[in-house]
DNA sequence: GTAACAATGTTACTGGTGATAACTTATGTC
DNA sequence: GACATAAGTTATCACCAGTAACATTGTTAC
């Protein structure tokens, strides 16, 4: 149709499309949450149409469970990264870890669980990613517990209480909802030792040992 | 301008708008989640224009936050309803209730735990009834200690625990990151147990004894 | 080298959304 | 009964996700 002879830098095919439209609704994300990523913008910003986009992500909730799945690798590897060598020490650390890691990325972390954004069973690669990172938590408690140092009760009930509380705490302090903000790492050591040593006062406890 | 004879009904003054709109939007919200609430259909269905239901709510979050609060209120009545006669019983009780209620009530939970769709700060009568149902929770726990059952420590810092605990179990349930969804009640009772004798073995616990 | 094909872009369009502006009608008060 | 106000109306804007049909480019087979 153009006549004009200049060979004028074919943008046609960008590309490195799906990586950059990645990227980049990453740093929205995390920026302003994933309400904010809209697909045309997305297209417009990096400079290309809409439909173009759906080349590489069958649907915007694909690209949303593309950046979750992003978000558990790499609570995982944080989680990887504790020292496992002491079973208490361990146990405290992975809590304060997770917990450190929403409050780094709110907006990631609440995509990640935002089970109405993004509902299990849907996008395969999400529920692998996820059952990632829980792992790391799990092996952490079986660990202790073959080492003796916690209860020997079932696995899956102390992982579902382990895990319930430092997700009830990231979402919770990440919304807001606790006080004392930024005495935030004394807060979390301290539920995570309440999980750990029970909230029951000494003498209730030793009732118990008196009437065995 | 019309010069039809017939009274013709006159709807023009609905009489009952917001009322029903709430109503309309609390089912849809419970079938389908708060992503399906469209005020446009919500108009539609009630038999009304669109533009009519902003005479009553500001915006669309506005009415979200509306069902929010009605489900705070809701939550912290069956709160209210538990024995509080004995501590331990009165501190497993609410969390069973609590995370019943959650499940229950699964998209009104995520409305009002949602904090993207809903942050706080915002709405000021929702922040209050969060507040209120939060409260029946504290107070339970200040009961227990006061009574001597829960050990002596600072009341915010076993809140934090104790909330966490059972809103990430209610998160995780919800969103079906638990197994075994049947043996729920079980799965609650034993989580929140935990959390109240601690998670120790028992040899590890006494070696602490002896060194005082 | 060229023809066929697959990959990856494009424009044009549909149907749906929240929200606002300007207008109309019913209701309650003096 | 006049009239202010509350509560509807239609018309319109700007945005969105997603689809269809077409265009361009890169690759592979002959």
Redesign the pocket.
């Known amino acids: 149709?153009?006549v004009s002879s200049t060979p004028?830098k074919?943008?046609?095919?960008?590309?490195?499309?799906?990586q950059q439209a990645h990227q980049l609704a990453l740093e929205i994300l995390r920026e302003h949450g994933d309400a904010?990523?809209?697909?045309?913008?997305?297209?417009?910003q990096i400079?290309?149409?809409?439909?173009?986009?759906?080349?590489?992500?069958?649907?915007?909730?694909?690209?949303l469970a593309e950046l979750a799945v992003t978000g558990f690798e790499a609570l995982r590897a944080r989680l990887l990264a504790v020292d496992q060598s002491d079973p208490r020490r361990a146990l405290i650390d992975i809590g304060l870890v997770y917990v450190s890691f929403a409050r780094d990325e709110p907006n990631l972390y609440r995509l990640m669980f935002g089970g109405r954004v993004l509902p299990k069973g849907i996008h395969p690669r999400l529920d692998i990613a996820g059952k990632g990172a829980f792992q790391v938590l799990e092996d952490t408690i079986a660990q202790a517990q073959a080492a003796g140092y916690v209860k020997p009760i079932s696995l899956s009930l102390m992982t579902a209480a382990a895990w319930s509380l430092v997700h009830g705490l990231s979402q919770l302090s990440i919304d807001g909802h606790l006080p004392s903000t930024k005495a935030e790492p004394h807060l979390t050591q301290g539920v995570v030792t309440l999980l750990l040593d029970g909230s029951i006062a000494e003498n209730k406890q030793h009732k118990k040992d008196t009437t065995s």
């Open positions: 149709m153009s004028l074919t943008n046609y095919h960008h590309g490195d499309l799906p904010a990523i809209s697909l045309r913008a997305l297209a417009k400079g290309v149409s809409a439909p173009a986009l759906y080349r590489h992500f069958i649907d915007r909730d694909s690209l």
